[in-house]
């Protein structure tokens, strides 16, 4: 069965550095999004990517925040000067129309020191 | 502003038992409601999505339904087992949103015991 993958699924890194959290969506679809989970807390949305483009953004994704889709495979979340509340479950998830269900990947944790 | 809020908000029942979790959202305008079923430290795993039209569907032993006027939705597990222990999550989108920027409740952990 199709599914979404990340890696790494647990990436450290010290408070300051940048780190690029990297996803391979499900081939078939076309849009696809970034979440955030705070341990202990609720997924909240981070972006969705669209035709190459961000559709849309939450107040979150800040200029702290840029996605890519390099190939014609991955989609990637970039986050530059971390910071230590930048430490969370990050989700990749796809979806094949604009509003089917999402399908999630396994997430990376980033553990910011 | 859209919200969603879930009851309970912990839940304890024995193997074998039935439960059911709450829902209730002020999403508006109202496109599809989704339970997902999350495992702890891993990714939300779709469990059913409605549409408006739509007051209940069935996915095994999970049965969702939805009142599109009261704007509440309910998760019934039957006969559970002890790996239906997770958080279940219910995430409601709004209309001329995507699915992504949907709106997620802060889920009910089910814990299943022996």
């Known amino acids: 069965e199709p599914e979404v993958t990340q890696t790494p699924s647990h990436q450290v890194t010290q408070m300051g550095q940048e780190v690029i959290l990297r996803c391979v969506p499900i081939?078939?679809?076309?849009?696809f999004y970034w979440y955030r989970q705070i341990l202990g807390q609720k997924v909240e949305f981070l972006v969705s990517?669209?035709?190459?483009?961000?559709?849309?953004k939450s107040e979150i994704f800040d200029d702290q925040f840029s996605v890519e889709r390099p190939d014609g495979s991955n989609f990637t979340l970039k986050i530059r000067s971390t910071k230590l509340e930048d430490s969370a479950m990050y989700f990749c998830?796809?979806?094949?129309?604009?509003?089917?269900?999402?399908?999630f990947g396994q997430g990376t944790r980033l553990t910011v020191v | 502003k859209n919200q969603v809020e879930q009851s309970p908000q912990s839940l304890i029942i024995l193997e074998g038992k039935n439960c059911t979790l709450q829902?209730?959202?002020?999403?508006?305008?109202?496109?599809?409601l989704r339970w997902y079923k999350q495992d702890t430290g891993r990714g939300p795993v779709s469990l059913t999505i409605m549409t408006f039209s739509e007051n209940t569907k069935s996915n095994g032993r999970y049965t969702a339904t939805l009142d599109a006027d009261t704007k509440q939705s309910s998760l019934h597990i039957t006969a559970s087992q002890l790996s239906d222990s997770a958080s279940y999550i219910c995430?409601?989108?709004?209309?001329?949103?995507?699915?992504?920027?949907?709106?997620f409740g802060d889920g009910t952990t089910l814990t299943v015991k022996p």
């Open positions: 998830a796809s979806s094949s129309h604009k509003n089917t269900e999402a399908f």
């Open positions: 995430v409601v989108s709004a209309l001329h949103t995507n699915a992504g920027k949907s709106t």
């Open positions: 829902c209730n959202y002020t999403v508006s305008p109202f496109s599809n």
């Open positions: 081939s078939n679809h076309l849009y």
């Open positions: 990517f669209y035709n190459n483009e961000i559709s849309e």
